[in-house]
């Protein structure tokens, strides 16, 4: 997969975003930017991030039980959302360890 491709969709910069998407998105970026002063992902290992997102999901279903603002659960999904986009980033640069097969080797 490369940056601009997943599974076939295209990322193009002219699709429209739906309005609730780009309001999400905004809220990820504005999370994303309050904490730009905190060492790259990138020197984060997959697993780190995994249990960072486990734990704000945690957050989110625990806080959520008792307290329903929605300023609140916006801000926990914002940063569940945003560890997804750090794993997502990250296994970008992981070497393949097992290539896809081909078209051969996946036949029986």
């Not at 601009?4 to 990322?11: A, K, T």
């Not at 290992?45 to 704000?56: C, D, H, K």
Request: with cysteine; proline share 7%; glycine share 0%.
């Amino acid at each position: 997969m490369n940056a601009n491709h997943d599974e076939g969709l295209e990322l193009r910069p002219e699709l429209k975003l739906r309005p609730e998407l780009n309001a999400f998105a905004q809220h990820m970026e504005h999370v994303l930017r309050a904490n730009d002063h905190k060492s790259s992902w990138r020197l984060m290992t997959l697993n780190a991030l995994i249990n960072r997102a486990i734990e704000n999901l945690d957050k989110l279903l625990t806080e959520t039980n008792w307290d329903h603002d929605p300023e609140k659960i916006a801000k926990h999904c914002a940063d569940i959302a945003n560890y997804m986009l750090m794993i997502a980033d990250n296994a970008k640069y992981l070497p393949h360890r097992y290539p896809p097969p081909t078209n051969q080797e996946a036949t029986p």
